[in-house]
């Protein structure tokens, strides 16, 4: 059973446009929630990650909001580039310190 | 500073052979997890070592093993392959386990 609910499966953009992809959780023990970066061949990236503390963290054109009593987080993109084109992970840690991940959000940013 | 190193790359095994990956954390990280990484399963956690210590376990069956070493490095064993293990295995390192996780780029096992 997938503990984080990602969506969209994919989405495209255009240059210069914002992604925004959408998490939601139900363990409320989860206390650290980042956000992975994939390319083809390649392994996650850590891009950016929030505490529930915070409402809010950017990160130059990437930005976490967090809603803790709706139990969701989401990023956004801004000014997408077409180099920003590649797989996106939320994920979400508990006192267990393992990472569950979302299914993931192919992202595709059309020039 | 150089990145989360795993040998090999790819593995080309067949149907009852057993197989061991390697990885080489962040100089000076501890903590190692393996993650098995599918297209129907997405990611999912295999388990956890700190210290020489498996602390953590996902939901996989005893097929899979690993160990850690006093230097930090890791290996994972699939023994009795079976088909369905076909997947790209990541293994991520962090200082302690509570600090931010970095993936290498996987080694690629294919099941013939």
């Known amino acids: 059973q997938q503990q984080v609910k990602q969506s969209p499966q994919s989405l495209i953009v255009q240059k210069g446009g914002i992604s925004i992809i959408n998490c939601a959780y139900e363990n409320t023990a989860f206390d650290y929630f980042p956000w992975y970066q994939q390319f083809p061949g390649k392994g996650p990236a850590l891009l950016i990650a929030?505490?529930?503390?915070?409402s809010e963290k950017k990160e130059g054109r990437f930005t976490i909001s967090f809603n803790k009593s709706a139990k969701q987080f989401s990023l956004h993109i801004m000014d997408s580039q077409p180099g920003d084109s590649a797989t996106y992970f939320c994920?979400?840690?508990?006192?267990?310190?393992?990472?569950?991940f979302g299914a993931g959000t192919t992202v595709t940013v059309r020039a | 500073k150089a990145g989360v190193t795993q040998t090999p790359r790819y593995l080309i095994k067949t149907r009852g052979q057993q197989v061991t990956l390697s990885c080489s954390p962040i100089s000076g990280h501890r903590s190692v997890s393996w993650y098995q990484q599918t297209p129907g399963q997405g990611l999912q956690f295999l388990f956890e070592y700190f210290s020489e210590t498996q602390r953590n376990k996902g939901n996989f069956p005893g097929r899979f093993s690993g160990r850690q070493f006093s230097n930090s490095r890791s290996e994972m064993n699939v023994s009795t392959l079976e088909l369905g293990d076909s997947a790209l295995y990541l293994c991520?390192?962090?200082?302690?386990?509570?600090?931010?996780?970095?993936f290498g780029d996987g080694t690629r096992l294919s099941i013939l």
């Open positions: 929030i505490r529930p503390d915070v």
């Open positions: 994920a979400a840690r508990g006192g267990d310190y393992k990472l569950s």
């Open positions: 991520a390192s962090s200082l302690s386990a509570d600090q931010p996780q970095h």
